[in-house]
């Protein structure tokens, strides 16, 4: 057993649930056999504890690292804001530049609060919508993050059924006096939100939903969702926590000429450093006056400097160009890569976050095979694929060619029905699926 899983074996005895974020629980990928925990991550390349060097074809920081790992002018930034104090009793200028760089990009915002994290960014727009409207109900598709106001969906009059519109997030210790405080809707299901409006009519603060994700939009559904907003007085929440800076130097939301209320962006607008954006309009922004909302953290330099070098960059690269041109690459890549082999593939997601199924009613040990698979031919790779400005043609390439070796061990294994004696360990585990 590496060094990585025997630490791991150690953390989960110390930390509860082994690590601070499901996505990045070994079990996700490779369960005894994912190394775990890294030493260096450079660009597109990780170092395990064991010495050994992988090239990161997976999700690459789980979406935050979108210029790759350590990029040299983020962290250039960062290092000398550190030698100049990263924490003082003042604040922070760059809070008031990247204000105004965030509201340049995004011309119908005008006013900007920050947080470090996507979940809690979002719960902070969620309370100033409840603040600005004085309602409490969220009608919300999506994944939204960890906090009471999300996990509540998931809570049911009856115990038993507790749980069941999000698989796999457990709403236990969120107070049960929540329980319809949060309405989900399908993306691209415009009646389902229709339905809502109906029937809590005053009551909604707020409608909660990435731009895109998994699929565009079908024409009319964000227009019709930008009207219900308007007609029932409820704002609009865009979350480009994992959509925003994609597929343009900005939200995901300024393709789809949708003007949401308040948009919401964390992970990639600083390149692996702690930040989170909340933006809008002013007079709902200034709703955050009415209410406390307020911590020590939100204060510290490193997040808006990277924040600022990160955007910078993305604009003056045309990173999304880039990711775009990458993740179409790879998707064009893993439907070839699967001809001949007998089995099929369905391949989604924007380009710049992709991810296949392999078709089959054993698809989570065959997915569980291609981690390992990938892994044996030193890649970190999974279902999905995230791309980063640092993925070069040559790594898709070489990728690709390790995917089709997969693919026909995966598909010989399924055909003469052995793929699990392939398995060195247990079959992944499957985690939370998102409504979208
Ligand atoms: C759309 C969306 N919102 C919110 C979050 C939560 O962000 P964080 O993990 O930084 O709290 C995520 C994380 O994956 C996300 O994809």
Redesign the pocket.
Known sequence: MGIGQQLYKKAKMRIPGGTQ?LSKRPEMFLPDQWPSYYRKAKGVEIWDLDENRYIDMSTNG?GACILGFSDPDVDAAVIQVINAGSMSTLNAPEEVELAELLCELHPWADMVRYAR????A?AVAVRIARACTGRDKIAFC????WHDWYLSANLAEEKALDGHLLPGLEPAGVPRCLIGTSLPFRYNNLDELVTIALNHRNEIAAIVM?PLRDHDPEPGFMEGVRKIAKEIGAVLIM?E??AGFRLTTGGGHLLLNIEPDIAVF??AISNGYPMAAIIGRKDIMEAAQSTFISSTYWTERIGPVAALATIRKHRLKDVSKHLIQIGQKVQAGWLEAIKGTGLSVEVGGMPPMSHFVIKHEQSLAAHTLFTQLMLERGFLASRAFYATYAHRDEHVTSYLCAVRDAFTVIAEALSSKNLNSKLKGPVAHLGFKRLT
């Open positions: 974020l789980v994290c996507g979940g809690e979002m999506g994944y939204h993050g990435e979350d926590v994992s964390a992970k």
